[in-house]
């Protein structure tokens, strides 16, 4: 029955999604305890896993939809990462939207799409091929789609056109790399590269450069990145949503599965792609800090944190190196944690008391204390101060650099770790050291079981956090599993 888990583990978030549709609102309490019921099923079913991966069981589930196409589910060791991640997060960002919309309007249909998009997510990570691969990934763009435009209004909707528009485009493009590549190569399944030998080098790198290009819009690559920052008229749980599981990290995970899965590190080398698609990763790394540095909106500085943030791990995949892919992947786990921890803290903040823009910040810290000390650790980790995830991240980044001879590395995290102080800090100062208004000082943080239930997450996911960096070295932590990742198969 082992075989079966993996098709279990993507389409059990499918269960709440109907239910959550078919409940009407006078059900709420029954809709919230579902969902919340099933992402405590899927960690169960996660952790049983991560013991049975730890010893090398590997599982897989496919089923030929087509002739000659198999639709396959394959539980490697990297999916597992992934899957942790969102089936963790999943959990998180249930509680928090529970908290967060309390009995509003449209609930049904948000946590319907919801519960589609940990699906969709899910079977990113898990997809045995490309095809499947694609599937999911196109499941995820529609499924979020209605979360984008969640609100309804004229704000919501243009960035949701915007949101299409960029992603069906990437998507296009990496349908037509794919099946490029299956025409000449057939059926390209995720556990060795396939044989590229007798393929022209001019016909590889424009495959690789279609697919990369696909896949590098959602991941939020410039010049591809203009949707995400639009993105932010969605509520603040959509937001942590988009920046810490779902539609960046399905990007830059397939820019690594192409790397290392589709490709092999020995073409990508041959062929001269890494070095250009490292270069690009830090421009977008820069460009994305410098951009924060000029919004005075708290989501919108922290949608430009992302489209810094998310290209560390395509850096570091692309640098072809044990340290540097070390540090992409151990960054695809902490960028989520801190991520959604930053973006948890900024609705918290919103919803209790208005705050949007910076300059709204001044004592902050007095009126919710909880909350800005889960939004410090979150920003301190992003800046890459130890003990926190974001110094693990970026030790190992940096050391992937000097060990693939490419030193320059050293000098886009030294320039962004700058960025992000001076886009973190200020906001720091501001909520610390200034005295808050009349109306902040009024704010009870933790008054109330609502209120609490809203904070509590952003509390978890901050000392996940600091656990990240600090017990880096402890069997099942981020970085452990990195390793063990990258030693059974992306070095070999």
């Known amino acids: 029955m082992i075989h079966l888990l993996p098709l279990l583990l993507v389409f059990l978030p499918l269960v709440p999604a109907l239910i959550s549709f078919a409940l009407p609102d006078r059900m709420a309490v029954w809709r919230d305890a579902i969902n919340i019921s099933f992402a405590l099923i899927k960690l169960a079913v996660v952790g049983f896993l991560l013991l049975a991966a730890r010893e090398g069981v590997i599982t897989e589930w496919r089923y030929e939809f087509l002739p000659g196409h198999d639709f396959i589910l394959r539980l490697d060791s990297i999916a597992l990462l992934f899957i942790t991640l969102s089936a963790f997060l999943w959990l998180i960002a249930t509680v928090y939207s529970i908290a967060y919309f309390g009995r509003g309007p449209h609930l049904a249909r948000f946590f319907g799409f919801f519960n589609l998009c940990v699906l969709a997510a899910t079977g990113v990570a898990m997809s045995g091929t490309t095809i499947t691969f694609f599937l999911f990934y196109e499941l995820l763009t529609l499924a979020t789609w209605p979360l984008v435009v969640h609100k309804g209004d004229e704000k919501s909707l243009r960035a949701g056109r915007i949101y299409l528009i960029y992603t069906l485009a990437g998507s296009a493009a990496f349908l037509a790399g794919i099946v490029w590549l299956k025409s000449l190569v057939g059926t390209i399944e995720f556990t060795a590269p396939p044989d590229l030998s007798g393929i022209p080098r001019l016909e590889l790198t424009l495959i690789f450069i279609l697919c990369i290009g696909g896949l590098g819009v959602k991941a939020a690559l410039i010049p591809f990145h203009g949707w995400l920052p639009e993105a932010m008229a969605a509520p603040a749980p959509v937001s942590a949503l988009l920046h810490a599981v779902a539609v960046v990290k399905a990007g830059a995970f397939g820019i690594v599965r192409m790397i290392y899965d589709v490709y092999g590190i020995d073409t990508v080398s041959e062929l001269g792609l890494g070095t250009p698609l490292a270069v690009l990763a830090g421009a977008t790394i820069l460009y994305g800090s410098f951009r924060a540095v ?33 540090g992409a992947l151990v960054h695809l786990v902490h960028q989520g944690i801190m991520k959604i921890t930053l973006f948890m803290c900024a609705g918290a903040l919103d919803n209790r008391m208005g705050i949007k823009s910076v300059a709204d910040l001044d004592g902050a810290g007095r009126a919710m204390p909880v909350t800005m000390a889960a939004f410090s650790i979150g920003a301190l980790g992003m800046i890459g101060v130890p003990p926190t995830a974001g110094f693990i991240s970026k030790w190992h980044l940096g050391l992937g650099g000097l060990q693939s001879d490419a030193p320059w ?7 962004s770790s700058l960025l992000n102080a001076l886009y973190f800090l200020p906001l720091l100062y501001r909520a610390w050291l200034l005295p808050p208004s009349a109306k902040l000082a009024s704010v009870r943080e933790l008054d ?27 069997p099942f932590s981020p970085l452990s599993w990195a390793k063990l990742i990258a030693e059974s198969g992306y070095l070999k």
């Open 409 to 415: 590395v050293i000098a886009v995290l030294a320039g």
């Open 448 to 474: 109330g079981a609502w209120n609490r239930m809203l904070i509590l997450p952003a509390a978890i996911t901050a000392l996940a956090t600091l656990a990240a960096g600090a017990f880096a070295t402890f």
């Open 294 to 326: 000029m919004q005075t909106d708290i989501k919108k500085r922290l949608a430009y944190s992302t489209v810094s943030q998310v290209s560390y791990i395509i850096l570091g995949a692309s640098l072809i190196g044990p340290f540097a892919i070390i």
